[in-house]
């Protein structure tokens, strides 16, 4: 199994572009987690999943967007970038019992220049 | 949701075992014990879960107080691979729901050569 696989591993936008972070599980995950992580920080919760179609604010959402469509996939999108959003972003999976642990994508190292 | 409580940073010395603590005092009945740690440059990984007895596994073992309100992560013979940010986290093994999952600020292990 591939596990949850983030697409890019990096990427450098200019102020105001957009783009779409990828994220792909394929262990038949139904909760799916966006974090971002400043340079000596910790993580901060964008936006989670809990299964298709539902999607839910968490700490930090200003500035991005996320759909569900599949069990599979869990895109992030930002629109308008900003210098704020240099960061990197991972993305996460589980199932939905305490017993269960989570499972982390690689990251995103993106740049807003 | 309850919260969890650890030390900033902890150092220990490399083939020395290492106890990592985590106290959480609001811990529900339902709730998991959850041990993740991240690697520098890496996404967390997980390390173990227990709800009551104590676990282990080949990463390490967890020992859970009597009244659950508080556990220690024990590495037992610390590398230097184990520098990591630790994280101790309280998941609810109820079935579906809304899951917002928070990162508390973690621990940050040294381990000296």
């Known amino acids: 199994n591939a596990g949850v696989t983030q697409t890019p591993k990096f990427r450098i936008l200019k102020i105001g572009q957009s783009m779409t972070l990828q994220c792909t599980q394929d262990m038949n995950h139904n909760y799916m987690y966006w974090y971002r992580q400043d340079p000596g920080m910790g993580l901060k919760l964008i936006y989670y999943?809990?299964?298709?179609?539902?999607?839910d604010k968490g700490e930090v959402p200003n500035g991005y967007n996320v759909s569900r469509s599949t069990t599979e996939d869990f895109p992030l999108r930002l629109e308008l970038a900003a210098p704020s959003q240099t960061s990197v972003y991972f993305c996460a999976s589980s199932y939905s019992r305490g017993n269960y642990g989570y499972t982390f994508g690689s990251g995103t190292r993106l740049t807003v220049v | 949701d309850a919260k969890t409580t650890q030390p900033n940073s902890m150092e220990s010395n490399e083939e020395e075992p290492v106890h990592l603590p985590c106290n959480h005092s609001t811990i529900s009945g339902t709730d998991y014990i959850h041990w993740y740690r991240q690697l520098p440059s890496q996404g967390p990984e997980y390390v173990i879960h227990?709800?009551?007895s104590n676990v282990n596994n080949r990463m390490a073992s967890l020992a859970i107080a009597e009244d659950r309100k508080s556990s220690t992560l024990i590495l037992h013979r610390a590398t230097l691979r184990d520098a990591a940010v630790y994280y101790c986290?309280?998941?609810?093994?109820?079935?579906?729901?809304?899951?917002?999952?928070?990162f508390g600020k973690g621990m940050k292990l040294t381990v000296n050569p």
């Open positions: 986290i309280l998941r609810d093994q109820g079935w579906g729901g809304s899951e917002k999952l928070v």
């Open positions: 227990g709800l009551t």
């Open positions: 999943s809990v299964g298709a179609g539902i999607t």
